[in-house]
């Protein structure tokens, strides 16, 4: 299994709830983002670390969003106090650290808040 | 404001066919696209891309085209099969930054 990873696929909450979404990228990719999508629309860009670090997380929508690579591996999207308008796919890509800046993605997590 | 725009939500074609999607963007800085292949319930798949340094860029079946003077990006498809029925979301990133900006995607139904 060389692609990246996302758990859970699916996660039913309600609303005011926390979730924490899981991303395994790649081995060796230093660069992981993550991206929303919502129903009959393109990935919306959220994050971007490279590294342990977030190097660009002006997608992120406001403060109930959070995330987290601690050892530059391993990613945490963390939302709190969910809304229903939170409900989505979130999708978790990596790539190498270069250009040309080829993403690859995961599965995706289908967020659903009730 | 939508940056990149593939205007055609669906397209069909027959099997052995060409299939021919189209994509627009407005943002000037970007300089490398990419083209995701996305199945249902299933992450995106890279499927080919092109540098702004270049016109065309081919693998296989798969054709890009860009046409920098008109914003114009282009995936030929020849011959289109039953198999490449997917939703098709042309991608744009530019060098000084690493986020992709997507289209909305273009639903492609390949009829046997």
């Known amino acids: 299994g060389a692609g990246v990873s996302q758990t859970p696929s699916n996660k039913v909450t309600e609303k005011g709830k926390y979730v924490e979404l899981r991303c395994d990228p790649i081995?060796?990719?230093?660069?992981l983002y993550w991206y929303r999508q919502s129903l009959g629309q393109g990935p919306e860009f959220l994050i971007y670390?490279?590294?342990?670090?977030?190097?660009?997380d002006s997608g992120l929508p406001n403060d109930r969003f959070f995330a987290v690579r601690p050892e530059g591996s391993v990613s945490t999207l963390k939302i709190q106090r969910t809304e229903r308008g939170d409900s989505a796919v979130y999708l978790c890509?990596?790539?190498?650290?270069?250009?040309?800046?080829?993403?690859?993605f995961g599965p995706g997590t289908r967020l659903t808040v009730l | 404001d939508q940056q990149v725009k593939q205007n055609s939500p669906s397209l069909s074609v027959q099997e052995g066919r060409i299939s021919i999607l189209n994509c627009d963007y407005t943002?000037?800085?970007?300089?490398?696209f990419l083209w995701y292949k996305k199945y249902p319930a299933e992450g995106p798949t890279f499927l080919i891309s092109?540098?702004?340094?270049?016109d065309k860029n081919e693998d296989g079946r798969f054709t890009v085209f860009l046409n920098k003077s008109a914003k114009h990006l282009s995936l030929h498809i020849v011959p289109s099969q039953p198999g490449d029925s997917a939703v098709y979301f042309c991608?744009?990133?530019?060098?000084?930054?690493?986020?992709?900006?997507f289209g909305e995607g273009t639903q492609l139904t390949v009829n046997p």
């Open positions: 890509a990596s790539s190498l650290n270069g250009i040309p800046n080829t993403q690859y």
């Open positions: 081995s060796g990719h230093t660069a």
């Open positions: 670390f490279q590294g342990t670090g977030a190097a660009d």
């Open positions: 943002n000037s800085m970007f300089d490398y």
């Open positions: 092109i540098s702004s340094i270049k």
């Open positions: 991608a744009a990133s530019a060098t000084s930054g690493s986020r992709l900006t």
